[in-house]
Nanobody, 123 residues
Framework: QVQLTESGGGLVQAGASLRLSCAAS????????MGWFRQAPGKEREFVAA????????YGSDSGKGRFTISRDNAKNTVFLRMNSLKPEDTAVYYCTARQYYYSRLESDYNYWGQGTQVTVSS
């Protein structure tokens, strides 16, 4: 079992940066691919970024392209999402998720989810 706890969300102005963190329980964190999804009010959950156990990363086609960076620290069982140049349309609840080994862009492929952290970007 893997338990995920997100942190780092908040209210910021457009153009600001935030770094989200997701701490994972369990001793086999290094075997898991980690992902970030987000859900804005009235919209479906959207893939943001994911990173393999090996550090290979992939990003959503639209969300945060060129502005977001995912990384992981296996020694600290933590995955990060650095978000730069935030826009009001980035406002959403951001969810951390995990599955074994290789990332996926599909929400249904992930086995474990955090509770989410709210990111609000004002104009």
């Amino acid at each position: 079992q893997v338990q995920l706890t997100e942190s780092g969300g908040g209210l910021v102005q457009a153009g600001a940066s935030l770094r989200l963190s997701c701490a994972a329980s369990g001793r086999t964190f290094g075997n898991y691919a980690m992902g970030w999804f987000r859900q804005a009010p009235g919209k479906e959950r959207e893939f943001v970024a994911a990173i393999n156990w090996s550090g290979e990363a992939t990003y959503g086609s639209d969300s945060g392209k060129g502005r977001f960076t995912i990384s992981r620290d296996n020694a600290k069982n933590t995955v990060f999402l650095r978000m730069n140049s935030l826009k009001p349309e980035d406002t959403a609840v951001y969810y951390c998720t995990a599955r074994q080994y290789y990332y996926s862009r599909l929400e249904s492929d992930y086995n474990y989810w955090g509770q989410g952290t709210q990111v609000t970007v004002s104009s």
